[in-house]
C-alpha cells in the first residue's frame, strides 16, 4: 500500500478511541485506512482517563490491545501530529491533502530518554493539563503510541538544542525537519475529531482561575493517575494539602444556554467514579454534590447506587450560583436546594467542575465542506462520503463511541465499493 | 521448512553498558546459535546489518535479542517466511539493573540476559510458521433475526455493503415495535419537534432489496456449526421441531443420563452434532431480536393491573396511535418509595425521552385542556436529547417536577396521584385521567435462549446475568465482543435504546458480521487477536475425552464428536490457548504456542542448585496486560527482583501447570502467575483466563503439598496494566516469601 491506495481507502481524522476503532473495524475487514491524529500521540482524550467507569479499570487496557491490533495490521498507515489542509474531489474519489508538522525526532528515536537530562528548559505539560512541567524533549506519556519522543523545539536554547543532539546516541534529533504535505486517496472519510473539556474559565461564577481549590474532573482524573503529578495522590494544587471535604459542581457549562445548550452525557457517571477515586484515600472525606439531575441511566443505575449508598456523601438537586474564595485555601460553594428551598453554603477543601464535552474539530470543519449543526456537532452526510464517529457526532460515552464508530466503519466501507 | 538460525544482540539503549556481550555470545553458541552484536539493530543500519547476513548465511528464523516485543515491530519484520523471536533485554533487564559499585557486571543482571537468550532461542527453535485455517468452503451470507429496526437496518445495512441476507421475523409482518409509534423521537438540530415515523419506508427499502430475502412467520430452531458455515435451521413460528435447540448438558448430567439416572432433557431432539442436511448456510448472524415491555404490576401503589387507566408506556403509545389520547395524563418515571430514586428496572434514558414525546400528544390532542404531568426523579435525556427537553418544558400544558410518588388510587372517575417531595415544596396530590408508568424494556435474551445455538456449551449466550440478561458485552471499549464468535447483537436485545441509537448499533452490528466472515476466509482470528494465523491443533490419538477443554473454553469452540472426542471449529476460536492450558495430556497446541515450547523455556534457565542467594523464581506473564506493565516498570527504570524470569503467556487461561512442575523439578524454588482482575469486573480479554488459572493453581499446590513441597511456593496475583509502579514490590514480596521457605528441596536432583 501506498500514499496513494485510492481505490476503497478511508481517511479516518482523530485518532482518540472512536478514530482508532473505527480504522481497526475497517482494516479488520480489508479495507485501507489512513489514521491521523493532531496529536503527538494516539488515545486521545481516554489516554488521559485514570479508569473507565463503571468497571473502574485502565483505558490503557483496551488502549494496548488496539495498538497491538494497528502494529499487526499492515492495512493501517498512522500518522501523528497531521491534519487535513484540504479535500477535493467526491465520494468514492477523494484527494486530501494533510499535513505534518515537524516532531523534530525522527524514526531513529528508541526512546531511551538520554536526551531528557540534555534538555535544560521545562514546559507545560499539557497531557497533564499544566499540572507539572515536562522537560521540552519528551514522551507524552508512559503508553504513548507511537513510542517516540517529541522536542518542542521553539521552547529551547540553541546550546540546549546542540547538547540533546549530542546526547543522542542514534541520530534520532533532526532540528532541520519541515512540515510536510503529501496527499492521499480516499473513497470516505471518518471524522472522529473528538472533543474537548468546555474551558471552564469561561464559566465567570465558577472562578476556576480564581482558587486552585478549583479544578476541573478531568483534571481530577489527573490527580488520581499514578502517572499523574501527584503520583496518583490527590491533593490540592498549590499547596498539596490533603483534601478533607469535596464538592462536585454538576453541569458546569452543560445544559446552559450561555454555554453548551446539551448535556454532556458522561459527567454524572464520571463524578461517581471520582467519588470512589475519593474513597480509595479518604474513607470518612465528606463528598457533596451538587446536581439538576444525576443522569446514570440504565448499566450505570447500579454503579450509582453503590456511591449514593455513603453516608459521608451528600446530594443536593440545585444548580451553583457562586464559589467564594476562602481564606485556609479552600472555597464556599454558593446554591440553591432545589427540594427544600433553601440556600446552601457548603465549604470544602476541594471542589471539582464537572465540565462538559465542546466538540473540537471548530470552524476548520466548515472550511473542509463538513457540515456542522449549531452546537459545532458533525452532521454524518454518508451520500457525500463524509461519516462521524464518536464525539464529534455528539456528547457520548466511550461504549457509544465504539458502537458509532463501528457503524462508520460500514458506512465508509460501502462507499469503496 | 528447514531452520536456519540467527541470534542478533543490540547493545544500545543502554544493554551494551551493563551486560557483558561476550558472555551472552557465548551463551547463544552453547545453545548452538551464532549471535552477532549491533549497536543499534532497530536503526536503519542495523536492520541491513541483519538482512545481509541472513541472506548470507540461509538464516530463516531470527532472534532478536534487544528491545520489548511490543515496540520497534516493523524494523523486526523480515517476511511472512520469516520467523522472528524477540528476547526482551531492554525493558525487562538492562533498565530495571545496572553495573555494580566497583564497575564490574552484575552477576545477577548478567544471568537474567543469558536466561532470556536461552529462552529466545528456544522459542525460535520451537516455533513453527503457522498454515491458517481455511474452510473447505466459505458462506459469506448473513442471518439476520428480528425483523425490527434493528434487524431492519442490519439488513440494509450489510446489502449496502454488497453482502447476501437473509432476514427472518416471526410475527407476520416486517417492523416490530416500531410500527406501533405515533412519532419518533427528533433526530436532527435543534431537536424540537418529533418526526414522522420512517420505519415503514425502511421495510419498503429491504423489501425491494434484491440481496435481502424475507422470512416472515419464521424463527430459528438451531443454530450449528461455526462463522463462515453455520448450519442454520429455520422453523415456522411458535412450532416445536426436532431441530429445536437442544438444553446443555454438563459433563456430570451426561454420567447421570448414561447411567440412566436422569432423563435426557433432549429426548426427541437431533443431536446438537447432526448437521441439518436442509439447514441453511450462513457465514454469521446479527441477533436483533428486541424487547419485550416489563411487567410493573409487583409496584402494588402504582396500582398496573388493578385500576384502569393505570398503562405503561407501551400501553399508551398504542392508545395514541389509534386516536386521542385523554387530557390530563400523570407519567411516572420512577416507582417511587422514599428511598429509591432510580428509574423502574430496565428502563434507560430511551424511557425518559418516550415520557416527553408522550407528554406532547397529550398536549398536542388536547389544546385547549391538556395536561401532561411528568413525575420524575432524575430526567434521563443525554446529550442532545437535553434540547428537546428543554423545548418540552417551555411547553403550555406540560409540569415536570421531582418527586416520589406514594400513591395512586381511584377518585371518582379518574385517578389521583400522590407525590411527596416535590420541588414545589409541599406533597401533591394530582387528579389525571390517566396514569402512564415508565415501564422498562426487557431484552428477549433474558427469559429465553433465542440465539439458539447447537453447541456443546448450550444454546445461550454465557451468564447474562452479568448484564441484566442483556446480550451484552463486558468490555466498555469493544462493545460488539461477546462469548460466541460470529453473533453480534444490536437494538433493544442488549441495550434499551432510542432509535437513533439503534440504527447506529445495527450498523456497526453488520459491520462486525462481515469483518468476522472476511477474517474466517483468511484464516484468521477476530478480536482480540486480531489478524492470528494460528489455531489449536489436537493430537486426538492421545485424548482421554476428560472434556475439561470443552467445558473450559470461554468462546464455546469445542463440541464433542458422536465418540465423545473433542470436535474443534476453528473459526469460532479466539486462539486464548485455554483449551492448551485445560488439557492434562498436552496435546493441545499452536505452531508458535505450546505445551513444549513455554515446557523447554523454563526448562532453559539455569538454575545454580548450590547458592541460596541465586534462587530463581519463574513468572508466567498475561502478554496483554501484565507484560506491558513489566515493560513500563522498566522503562521507569524501576528496579526488579533479579531471581524472578518472566515468560509472557497468550492468556492465564492458556497456562499449563504442567509447566509449574517442569519449574519445580528443574529446582527452581517458585513460581507465580501475574494475570488480569476477575470476578464481576473482569479484565481478562479471554473473560476467564486468570480465574481458570486460579482454580488449577488451588489444585496444583495440593499436588506440590503431596510431594513434600510449600503449596505456598506456587501463586497469583492480579495485576493492571496501569500497575507499573507496584508490580515490583508485589514480585519482591512474594521473592522474600519464597526466601524465607529456603531452597527447593529437589534442587540437584
Known amino acids: 500500500m501506498s500514499d496513494t491506495a485510492g481505490n476503497g481507502a478511508v481517511l479516518v481524522v482523530g485518532g482518540g478511541i472512536s478514530g482508532i476503532t473505527a480504522a481497526l473495524e475497517a482494516a479488520e475487514v480489508g479495507k485501507d485506512v489512513f489514521l491521523i491524529e493532531k496529536n503527538s500521540y494516539f488515545g486521545g482524550r481516554v489516554a488521559q482517563l485514570n479508569q473507565y467507569f463503571p468497571k473502574l479499570c485502565p483505558p490503557t487496557c483496551g488502549l494496548e490491545i488496539n495498538f497491538k491490533r494497528i502494529k499487526d495490521n499492515r492495512r493501517i498507515r498512522t500518522y501523528t501530529l497531521t491534519t487535513v489542509k484540504s479535500i477535493a474531489g467526491e465520494p468514492g474519489n477523494f484527494d486530501v491533502q494533510l499535513e505534518t508538522a515537524p516532531r523534530y525526532i525522527n524514526a531513529n528515536c528508541t526512546a531511551c530518554g538520554d536526551c531528557?537530562?540534555?534538555?535544560?528548559?521545562?514546559?507545560?505539560?499539557?497531557?497533564?493539563?499544566?499540572?507539572?512541567?515536562?522537560?521540552?524533549?519528551?514522551?507524552?506519556?508512559?503508553?504513548?503510541?507511537?513510542?517516540?519522543?517529541?522536542?518542542?523545539?521553539?521552547?529551547?536554547?540553541?546550546?540546549?538544542?546542540?547538547?540533546?543532539?549530542?546526547?543522542?546516541?542514534?541520530?534520532?534529533?533532526?532540528?532541520?525537519?519541515?512540515?510536510?504535505?503529501?496527499?492521499?486517496?480516499?473513497?470516505?472519510?471518518?471524522?472522529?475529531?473528538?472533543?474537548?473539556?468546555?474551558?471552564?474559565?469561561?464559566?465567570?461564577?465558577?472562578?476556576?482561575?480564581?482558587?486552585?481549590?478549583?479544578?476541573?474532573?478531568?483534571?481530577?482524573?489527573?490527580?488520581?493517575?499514578?502517572?499523574?503529578?501527584?503520583?496518583?495522590?490527590?491533593?490540592?494544587?498549590?499547596?498539596?494539602?490533603?483534601?478533607?471535604?469535596?464538592?462536585?459542581?454538576?453541569?458546569?457549562?452543560?445544559?446552559?444556554?450561555?454555554?453548551?445548550?446539551?448535556?454532556?452525557?458522561?459527567?454524572?457517571?464520571?463524578?461517581?467514579?471520582?467519588?470512589?477515586?475519593i474513597r480509595n484515600q479518604y474513607p470518612e472525606a465528606k463528598i457533596y454534590v451538587f446536581y439538576i439531575d444525576l443522569r446514570t441511566p440504565g448499566k450505570y443505575e447500579k454503579f450509582r447506587a453503590k456511591y449514593m449508598a455513603d453516608a459521608n456523601a451528600t446530594f443536593i438537586k440545585g444548580k451553583v450560583a457562586d464559589i467564594v474564595d476562602e481564606r485556609d485555601g479552600g472555597v464556599t460553594v454558593v446554591a440553591e436546594d432545589a427540594v427544600t428551598g433553601s440556600k446552601v453554603h457548603q465549604k470544602v477543601d476541594l471542589c471539582i467542575l464537572a465540565t462538559g464535552m465542546e466538540p473540537a474539530l471548530g470552524t476548520t470543519g466548515k472550511a473542509l465542506g463538513v457540515t456542522m449543526d449549531g452546537n459545532g456537532f458533525i452532521v454524518p452526510e454518508p451520500e457525500k462520503g463524509m461519516m462521524a464517529a464518536g464525539c464529534a457526532k455528539s456528547a457520548v460515552d466511550v461504549y457509544t463511541s465504539g458502537q458509532s464508530s463501528t457503524a462508520a466503519a460500514l458506512k465508509a466501507i460501502q462507499i469503496g465499493r | 521448512?528447514?531452520?536456519?538460525?540467527?541470534?542478533?544482540?543490540?547493545?544500545?539503549?543502554?544493554?551494551?553498558?551493563?551486560?557483558?556481550?561476550?558472555?551472552?555470545?557465548?551463551?547463544?553458541?552453547?545453545?548452538?546459535?551464532?549471535?552477532?552484536?549491533?549497536?543499534?539493530?532497530?536503526?536503519?543500519?542495523?536492520?541491513?546489518?541483519?538482512?545481509?547476513?541472513?541472506?548470507?548465511?540461509?538464516?530463516?528464523?531470527?532472534?532478536?535479542?534487544?528491545?520489548?516485543?511490543?515496540?520497534?515491530?516493523?524494523?523486526?519484520?523480515?517476511?511472512?517466511?520469516?520467523?522472528?523471536?524477540?528476547?526482551?533485554?531492554?525493558?525487562?533487564?538492562?533498565?530495571?539493573?545496572?553495573?555494580?559499585?566497583?564497575?564490574?557486571?552484575?552477576?545477577?543482571?548478567?544471568?537474567?540476559?543469558?536466561?532470556?537468550?536461552?529462552?529466545?532461542?528456544?522459542?525460535?527453535?520451537?516455533?513453527?510458521?503457522?498454515?491458517?485455517?481455511?474452510?473447505?468452503?466459505?458462506?459469506?451470507?448473513?442471518?439476520?433475526?428480528?425483523?425490527?429496526?434493528?434487524?431492519?437496518?442490519?439488513?440494509?445495512?450489510?446489502?449496502?455493503?454488497?453482502?447476501?441476507?437473509?432476514?427472518?421475523?416471526?410475527?407476520?409482518?416486517?417492523?416490530?415495535?416500531?410500527?406501533?409509534?405515533?412519532?419518533?423521537?427528533?433526530?436532527?438540530?435543534?431537536?424540537?419537534?418529533?418526526?414522522?415515523?420512517?420505519?415503514?419506508?425502511?421495510?419498503?427499502?429491504?423489501?425491494?432489496?434484491?440481496?435481502?430475502?424475507?422470512?416472515?412467520?419464521?424463527?430459528?430452531?438451531?443454530?450449528?456449526?461455526?462463522?463462515?458455515?453455520?448450519?442454520?435451521?429455520?422453523?415456522?413460528?411458535?412450532?416445536?421441531?426436532?431441530w429445536d435447540a437442544p438444553a446443555r448438558v454438563t459433563v456430570e448430567e451426561q454420567d447421570l443420563i448414561a447411567k440412566g439416572e436422569m432423563e435426557d432433557p433432549n429426548?426427541?431432539?437431533?443431536?446438537?452434532?447432526?448437521?441439518?442436511?436442509?439447514?441453511?448456510?450462513?457465514?454469521?448472524?446479527?441477533?436483533?431480536?428486541?424487547?419485550?415491555?416489563?411487567?410493573?404490576?409487583?409496584?402494588?401503589?402504582?396500582g398496573h393491573g388493578s385500576l384502569t387507566n393505570v398503562v405503561t408506556n407501551a400501553e399508551f403509545e398504542k392508545l395514541a396511535k389509534n386516536g386521542k389520547v385523554p387530557a390530563r395524563v400523570a407519567f411516572v418515571q420512577s416507582p417511587g418509595g422514599k428511598d429509591n430514586d432510580q428509574d423502574f428496572p430496565y428502563c434507560n434514558s430511551v424511557t425518559s425521552m418516550v415520557t416527553l414525546k408522550q407528554a406532547n400528544y397529550v398536549i398536542e390532542d388536547n389544546p385547549v385542556d391538556g395536561q401532561a404531568y411528568i413525575l420524575y426523579q432524575h430526567m434521563r435525556t443525554p446529550g442532545n436529547a437535553e434540547l428537546f427537553y428543554k423545548g418540552m418544558q417551555a411547553k403550555d400544558g406540560v409540569f415536570m417536577t421531582k418527586g416520589s410518588v406514594t400513591k395512586v388510587a381511584a377518585a371518582g372517575s379518574g385517578l389521583a396521584v400522590t407525590v411527596e417531595d416535590t420541588l414545589l415544596g409541599d406533597d401533591l396530590q394530582i387528579e389525571v385521567d390517566m396514569v402512564v408508568l415508565a415501564a422498562g424494556m426487557v431484552p428477549t435474551t433474558a427469559s429465553q435462549a433465542v440465539i439458539n445455538l447447537a453447541y456443546r456449551q448450550g444454546p445461550a449466550f454465557m451468564d447474562l446475568n452479568l448484564f441484566d440478561g442483556y446480550a451484552d458485552s463486558h468490555f466498555i471499549c469493544f462493545p460488539y465482543e461477546t462469548r460466541r464468535t460470529?453473533?453480534?447483537?444490536?437494538?433493544?436485545?442488549?441495550?434499551?435504546?432510542?432509535?437513533?441509537?439503534?440504527?447506529?448499533?445495527?450498523?456497526?452490528?453488520?459491520?462486525?458480521?462481515?469483518?468476522?466472515?472476511?477474517?474466517?476466509?483468511?484464516?484468521?482470528?477476530?478480536?482480540?487477536?486480531?489478524?492470528?494465523?494460528?489455531?489449536?491443533?489436537?493430537?486426538?490419538?492421545?485424548?482421554?475425552?476428560?472434556?475439561?477443554?470443552?467445558?473450559?473454553?470461554?468462546?464455546?469452540?469445542?463440541?464433542?464428536?458422536?465418540?465423545?472426542?473433542?470436535?474443534?471449529?476453528?473459526?469460532?476460536?479466539?486462539?486464548?490457548?485455554?483449551?492448551?492450558?485445560?488439557?492434562?495430556?498436552?496435546?493441545?497446541?499452536?505452531?508458535?504456542?505450546?505445551?513444549?515450547?513455554?515446557?523447554?523455556?523454563?526448562?532453559?534457565?539455569?538454575?545454580?542448585?548450590?547458592?541460596?542467594?541465586?534462587?530463581?523464581?519463574?513468572?508466567?506473564?498475561?502478554?496483554?496486560?501484565?507484560?506491558?506493565?513489566?515493560?513500563?516498570?522498566?522503562?521507569?527504570?524501576?528496579?526488579?527482583?533479579?531471581?524472578?524470569?518472566?515468560?509472557?503467556?497468550?492468556?492465564?487461561?492458556?497456562?499449563?501447570?504442567?509447566w509449574i512442575k517442569d519449574a519445580m523439578s528443574s529446582g527452581m524454588d517458585g513460581a507465580l502467575l501475574l494475570g488480569c482482575r476477575y470476578g464481576d469486573d473482569y479484565q481478562c480479554h479471554f473473560v476467564r483466563g486468570s480465574e481458570i488459572a486460579t482454580k488449577r493453581m488451588e489444585n496444583i499446590g495440593e499436588t506440590l503439598g503431596s510431594l513434600g513441597l510449600e503449596p505456598e511456593r506456587c501463586a497469583v496475583r492480579e495485576i493492571a496494566i496501569s500497575d507499573y509502579d507496584k508490580v515490583p514490590a508485589i514480585i519482591d514480596e512474594f521473592v522474600e516469601e519464597i526466601i524465607e521457605m529456603g531452597p527447593n528441596p529437589f534442587k540437584g536432583f
Open chain 1, 116 to 277: 531528557i537530562p540534555a534538555c535544560s528548559e521545562e514546559i507545560d505539560d499539557a497531557y497533564n493539563f499544566g499540572m507539572k512541567k515536562t522537560k521540552a524533549v519528551y514522551l507524552p506519556h508512559e503508553m504513548a503510541f507511537p513510542r517516540r519522543f517529541v522536542l518542542d523545539k521553539d521552547a529551547c536554547s540553541a546550546e540546549s538544542l546542540e547538547a540533546i543532539q549530542t546526547a543522542c546516541k542514534y541520530n534520532a534529533v533532526d532540528l532541520g525537519m519541515q512540515a510536510k504535505t503529501f496527499t492521499v486517496k480516499v473513497s470516505s472519510i471518518i471524522w472522529s475529531t473528538g472533543w474537548n473539556p468546555y474551558d471552564a474559565k469561561k464559566i465567570a461564577n465558577l472562578k476556576i482561575e480564581s482558587s486552585p481549590a478549583v479544578i476541573t474532573n478531568m483534571m481530577m482524573e489527573r490527580l488520581a493517575a499514578e502517572n499523574g503529578p501527584t503520583q496518583g495522590k490527590i491533593l490540592r494544587p498549590g499547596d498539596h494539602k490533603e483534601p478533607e471535604s469535596f464538592a462536585f459542581v454538576q453541569c458546569a457549562g452543560s445544559r446552559d444556554e450561555n454555554h453548551l445548550e446539551y448535556c454532556s452525557s458522561v459527567c454524572c457517571g464520571a463524578t461517581f467514579k471520582h467519588i470512589s477515586y
Open chain 2, 1 to 242: 521448512m528447514k531452520k536456519v538460525y540467527g541470534a542478533y544482540l543490540c547493545t544500545g539503549c543502554g544493554i551494551g553498558d551493563v551486560l557483558d556481550v561476550e558472555g551472552l555470545k557465548d551463551t547463544a553458541s552453547e545453545a548452538g546459535v551464532d549471535m552477532k552484536e549491533h549497536a543499534c539493530l532497530c536503526g536503519a543500519d542495523g536492520r541491513s546489518f541483519i538482512e545481509k547476513d541472513m541472506s548470507e548465511n540461509g538464516i530463516n528464523t531470527v532472534i532478536v535479542c534487544a528491545c520489548s516485543p511490543r515496540v520497534m515491530q516493523e524494523n523486526f519484520q523480515f517476511g511472512e517466511q520469516t520467523i522472528t523471536v524477540r528476547a526482551n533485554l531492554r525493558e525487562q533487564v538492562a533498565w530495571i539493573g545496572e553495573r555494580k559499585e566497583d564497575g564490574s557486571i552484575d552477576d545477577f543482571l548478567q544471568e537474567m540476559g543469558t536466561d532470556y537468550v536461552r529462552m529466545g532461542i528456544v522459542r525460535a527453535k520451537k516455533a513453527e510458521l503457522p498454515v491458517p485455517y481455511q474452510l473447505e468452503t466459505i458462506n459469506k451470507k448473513i442471518l439476520v433475526m428480528g425483523g425490527g429496526l434493528a434487524g431492519l437496518t442490519a439488513a440494509k445495512e450489510a446489502a449496502k455493503a454488497g453482502y447476501e441476507v437473509t432476514l427472518v421475523e416471526k410475527e407476520a409482518q416486517l417492523g416490530g415495535k416500531a410500527l406501533g409509534w405515533r412519532k419518533m423521537f427528533p433526530t436532527a438540530y435543534p431537536y424540537a419537534e418529533l418526526e414522522a415515523p420512517t420505519i415503514e419506508q425502511l421495510i419498503a427499502e429491504v423489501q425491494a432489496d434484491s440481496r435481502i430475502t424475507v422470512k416472515t412467520e419464521t424463527e430459528v430452531a438451531r443454530i450449528a456449526g461455526s462463522p463462515g458455515q453455520f448450519n442454520v435451521t429455520l422453523k415456522d413460528a411458535g412450532h416445536a421441531t426436532e
Open chain 2, 267 to 302: 429426548k426427541g431432539f437431533k443431536k446438537y452434532t447432526v448437521l441439518n442436511p436442509d439447514g441453511e448456510t450462513f457465514g454469521a448472524v446479527v441477533l436483533a431480536t428486541g424487547w419485550k415491555p416489563a411487567d410493573v404490576s409487583q409496584y402494588e401503589h402504582l
Open chain 2, 486 to 658: 460470529g453473533v453480534y447483537a444490536c437494538g433493544g436485545v442488549r441495550k434499551a435504546e432510542t432509535m437513533e441509537e439503534t440504527m447506529d448499533d445495527a450498523t456497526g452490528a453488520a459491520l462486525k458480521a462481515i469483518q468476522c466472515i472476511e477474517s474466517a476466509n483468511r484464516g484468521v482470528a477476530v478480536h482480540p487477536r486480531s489478524g492470528d494465523q494460528t489455531y489449536p491443533d489436537f493430537f486426538f490419538s492421545r485424548c482421554t475425552q476428560c472434556k475439561r477443554c470443552t467445558e473450559e473454553c470461554p468462546f464455546g469452540a469445542l463440541d464433542d464428536d458422536e465418540k465423545g472426542t473433542p470436535l474443534p471449529n476453528p473459526t469460532r476460536c479466539r486462539r486464548c490457548g485455554t483449551c492448551m492450558g485445560a488439557c492434562p495430556e498436552r496435546i493441545i497446541n499452536f505452531a508458535d504456542y505450546s505445551i513444549d515450547m513455554i515446557g523447554s523455556m523454563v526448562k532453559s534457565i539455569e538454575v545454580p542448585d548450590d547458592d541460596e542467594d541465586k534462587l530463581r523464581v519463574i513468572v508466567f506473564v498475561c502478554e496483554n496486560d501484565a507484560y506491558p506493565a513489566l515493560d513500563m516498570s522498566g522503562m521507569h527504570r524501576n528496579k526488579m527482583n533479579k531471581l524472578v524470569r518472566f515468560i509472557p503467556v497468550r492468556c492465564l487461561g492458556s497456562m499449563n501447570m504442567v
